[in-house]
């Protein structure tokens, strides 16, 4: 039982770049979400998945988009990445309204 | 969606001080999580509060949710080394297609010995 898994666990990037985040639970979760965090800013949500087949923008939805390829993964994608998506990425899964799980993160760098 | 503001944004105390961050809402909060996340870690879940006027306590660590359910602290008596880190309060807001959480923007914990 892995929980929830992410991958890269670290990346650079070159502006411009087109990079997908990976994410994965094994706790039979319907509910997924993507999260970036910033110094002092929190943990703000990008996107979310409510159940297969559906997804929803936060917060923070520009220069991303998300696939909720099935109810184990839901992957994020940057089509062309800029400075300003330098972050530290967290996927999280849950039962609605319920407490959240977190991968270990992705650390991105771009230049 | 709700919000909540934390406060304080850092906090440093000698081993053995107690701690005490605070989240506020100018709404009624349905309830409100707790979450730690250590240095080059991730959020880990503490606890969840539901009941107006609940205090739950996990060993040294107070959970209180206010009479009102627009306030919360979680409060830490005789802090230890291993308590550094950032704790983030978290309360559910409504997305066109179900839930998800508002994260406080962190209270970050360093405990000197």
């Known amino acids: 039982n892995a929980g929830v898994t992410q991958t890269p666990k670290f990346q650079v990037l070159k502006t411009g770049q087109s990079m997908t985040l990976q994410c994965a639970q094994d706790m039979n979760h319907n509910s997924m979400y993507w999260y970036r965090q910033d110094p002092g800013m929190g943990l703000r949500l990008i996107y979310y998945?409510?159940?297969?087949?559906?997804?929803d923008k936060g917060e923070v939805p520009n220069g991303y988009n998300v696939s909720r390829l099935n109810k184990r993964e839901f992957s994020l994608r940057l089509e062309s990445a800029a400075p300003s998506q330098t972050s530290v990425y967290f996927c999280a899964s849950s039962v609605p309204q319920e407490t959240q799980y977190f991968g270990p993160g992705t650390r991105l760098l771009v230049l | 969606g709700q919000q909540v503001m934390q406060i304080p944004q850092y906090q440093h105390v000698q081993e053995g001080e107690d701690f005490t961050t605070y989240c506020n809402s100018s709404?009624?909060?349905?309830?409100i999580q707790w979450y730690k996340q250590r240095p080059g870690g991730h959020p880990v879940f503490l606890i969840q509060?539901?009941?107006?006027?609940e205090v739950k306590k996990q060993k040294r660590l107070t959970f209180q949710f206010g009479e009102a359910k627009k306030n919360s602290s979680l409060h830490i008596t005789a802090t230890q080394t291993t308590d550094v880190g950032t704790y983030f309060c978290a309360v559910n807001s409504a997305l066109n297609s179900g839930y998800a959480l508002n994260f406080g923007k962190g209270t970050s914990l360093l405990v000197t010995p």
């Open positions: 998945s409510a159940s297969e087949g559906t997804t």
């Open positions: 509060l539901v009941k107006s006027g």
């Open positions: 709404t009624t909060l349905s309830n």
